[in-house]
């Protein structure tokens, strides 16, 4: 059998991801010939995985900057993007054009000038992109599809959908490289693309009108002071004062961090345990968007970064009735915990108000495996032979940047004070 083969660029926390289960669930099919990466460290450490718990030889690895000889000399059908969000476009326009296949962790992009250069190679090469939406293949997301799909409420006239981030894991993005907008795009494209794409899939319409507000309202220094705080340290780890603080990280504290942030510091002056009380923060921790879809359903969304928990609630207000839907997640720190802790659920609901008949709760059956059971979904979609999917959670480069368009037009609406609709800004 000849094997699929898989080259990997950005060797973070969520490149483990891919490349554990390649050489692992996959490895009979499946082969990475490269890794990728800015920091020499990073690669090493990957390595060291795949020899340590894989039995593994090393695989070839690259500079960031030698992305087109790695894969020239190593000839990878697919390419797995995992860099920051704002180069995803970069490398995934080169390996186009360079023959390859590509899988790009979310967002796709973080603006309207990178989404139509993903979008023009696509047309130009033909390639194939797939957008990696976990969240899809959580049962009880997908659950949501398979009633909305089956008419249970008639059709969604519009839906409340409010995400809270908590002071662990939403507290992350404020240390880390996302904290910069010109790296992450803010939160409404790094993070609310999972959400405005499982509405998109949720109600299988595409967003059309965005108007949105949001701030920088408990985060940084200025808001620090603005509540009485008086001392303040620039890094969590080896700080007294950070001893203190429950916000702070001490990459010490955990192998991993100390693996693939701590030593690789020298290489590349990448810190991830920054305050989140420091100067130099660009990106919001409080905002709402209210969004029109071609459908003519109406979306009201809420994001908060620094809640007591994590999780979501959503209603789904239709014409034959109500879809009410409460999930608790497990709190986590992304690259700190183990694949499975990632968006663990710690209870849901899910119940349906007809319109003239008592309400019911729905059972949901549970799985095993990060973001409530839908990431060895995923991957089977990705590397393995899936089953065929009545609900179509395949999310292809379309579903990419119908998600972000939502972010990008939030993100411009913040800034204009106006309406923004997403066609003015690319067309897909």
Known sequence: MVKKRYALIGLGSRARFFYQALASDFRDTCQIVAF?????????????????????????????????????????DTVIVTTIDRTHHRYITQAMELGCDVITEKPMTTDADKCRAILQAIDKTGRDLRVTFNYRYAPYNSKIRELIKDGVIGDVNSIHFEWLLDTRHGADYFRRWHRDKRNSGGLLVHKSTHHFDLVNFWIGARPDTVFAMGDLMFYGRENAEN????????????????????????????????????????????????????????????????????????LTYSLNAYMPWEGYRIAFNGTKGRLQVNVVEASYISGGSHVEAEGARKTENITVFPMFSEPYKVEVEALAGGHGGGDPVLLNDLFGEPDPDPLDRRASHIDGALSIGVGIAANKSIKTGRPIRINDLFKV
């Open 36 to 76: 990728s990466d800015m920091n020499p460290v990073r690669m090493e450490y990957a390595n060291k995985i795949l020899a340590d718990n894989f039995d593994m030889p090393p695989v070839p690895t690259y500079p960031a900057y030698d992305f087109k000889k790695m894969i020239h000399e190593t000839q990878p």
């Open 227 to 298: 509540r009485g705080l008086r001392e303040f340290y620039y890094r969590g780890t080896g700080s007294e004062l950070a001893q203190q603080d429950p916000f702070a990280l001490d990459l010490r504290s955990n192998p991993q961090f100390e693996e693939m942030y701590l030593k690789a510091e020298a290489h590349d002056g990448y810190l991830r345990d920054q305050s989140v009380f420091g100067d130099g923060i660009s990106i919001e921790d409080t905002m709402g968007v209210m969004v029109r879809y071609s459908t003519g359903t109406i």
